[in-house]
C-alpha cells in the first residue's frame, strides 16, 4: 500500500525558511505526481503547486511564485516543498498529495505544521 | 485563474438528514471535479472524482453529479462521522483551486 509520509512540525522565525519533505512508500517517487496544498488556521485548502515527474517542470499558485521550490529525489523516493521569505501568515498544516490522471488528490500525507512565529 | 464557489458555506443538519451542497465555477471545467472531506487534524479524504464517480471504500450514500459549471455533492442519509467540511477542487486547468468548503454541522 502507498502511503506519504511527510516531516515534522516546524518553527520559524519570520523572513526564514522552511523545507517540509514528504517520502513516498510502497511505490516508485517518479510514478506519482506530486502537488502541495495548505490549510492556515481557520481557511480553506489552498492549492500552491505540483511537481510533474513525466517532464521535470513545476507549476507555482501565482501567489507563492519566487518563494516556492518544489523538488523530488528520485534516488530516496522523497518530495520537498521549501518555503522562503515566511510571514506569520504563512503559518498553516502543509500537505503533500499524489494525483491521479483524472486530476483527484487520491493519497495526502498526514500535513506538517509550519509556525511562524517570532 | 478558475474561480471555485461553494454554497452554503455552513449547513446544520442532523443524523439521518440528506443534504446538498452545490460547487460552481467561474468557467468550464468539463467533469475535472473532485470533492474531499476534511476532519480536524486529518489529512483531506477524497470522496468523489470525474463528477460523479465515487472513490473506493467511500460509502455509497455519498453522491456526486454535474458537469461543465455546475456541480452537487449529495449525502442521502447524514452518519455522525459525516460531520466535517467539505471542498470541491477542479483539475480541469493549472492552478487546481479549491472551493471555500462548505462546514457541515450537527443541529
Known amino acids: 500500500q502507498v502511503h506519504l509520509v511527510q516531516s515534522g512540525a516546524e518553527v520559524k522565525k519570520p523572513g526564514a525558511s522552511v523545507r517540509v519533505s514528504c517520502k513516498v512508500s510502497g511505490y516508485t517517487l517518479t510514478g506519482l505526481s506530486k502537488h502541495w496544498v495548505r490549510q492556515a488556521p481557520g481557511k480553506g485548502l489552498e492549492w500552491m503547486g505540483n511537481?510533474?515527474?513525466?517532464?521535470?517542470?513545476?507549476i507555482y499558485a501565482r501567489k507563492f511564485q519566487g518563494r516556492v521550490t518544489l523538488t523530488e529525489d528520485t534516488s530516496t523516493d522523497t518530495a520537498y516543498m521549501e518555503l522562503s521569505s515566511l510571514r506569520f501568515e504563512d503559518t498553516a498544516v502543509y500537505y503533500c498529495?499524489?494525483?491521479?490522471?483524472?486530476?483527484?488528490?487520491?493519497?495526502w500525507g498526514q500535513g506538517t505544521l509550519v509556525t511562524v512565529s517570532s | 485563474d478558475i474561480q471555485m464557489t461553494q454554497s452554503p458555506s455552513s449547513l446544520s443538519a442532523s443524523v439521518g438528514d440528506r443534504v446538498t451542497i452545490t460547487c460552481r465555477a467561474s468557467?468550464?471545467?468539463?467533469?475535472?471535479l473532485s470533492w474531499y472531506q476534511h476532519s480536524p487534524g486529518k489529512a483531506p479524504k477524497l470522496l468523489i472524482y470525474a463528477a460523479s464517480s465515487l472513490q473506493s471504500g467511500v460509502p455509497s450514500r455519498f453522491s456526486g453529479s454535474g458537469s461543465g459549471t455546475d456541480f452537487t455533492l449529495t449525502i442521502s442519509s447524514l452518519q455522525p462521522e459525516d460531520f466535517a467540511t467539505y471542498y470541491c477542487q477542479q483539475s480541469y486547468i493549472s492552478p487546481y483551486s479549491f472551493g471555500q468548503g462548505t462546514k457541515l454541522e450537527i443541529k
Open positions: 468557467q468550464s471545467i468539463s467533469s475535472y
Open positions: 498529495a499524489s494525483v491521479r490522471a483524472d486530476g483527484s488528490f487520491d493519497l
Open positions: 511537481f510533474d515527474p513525466e517532464d521535470g517542470e513545476t
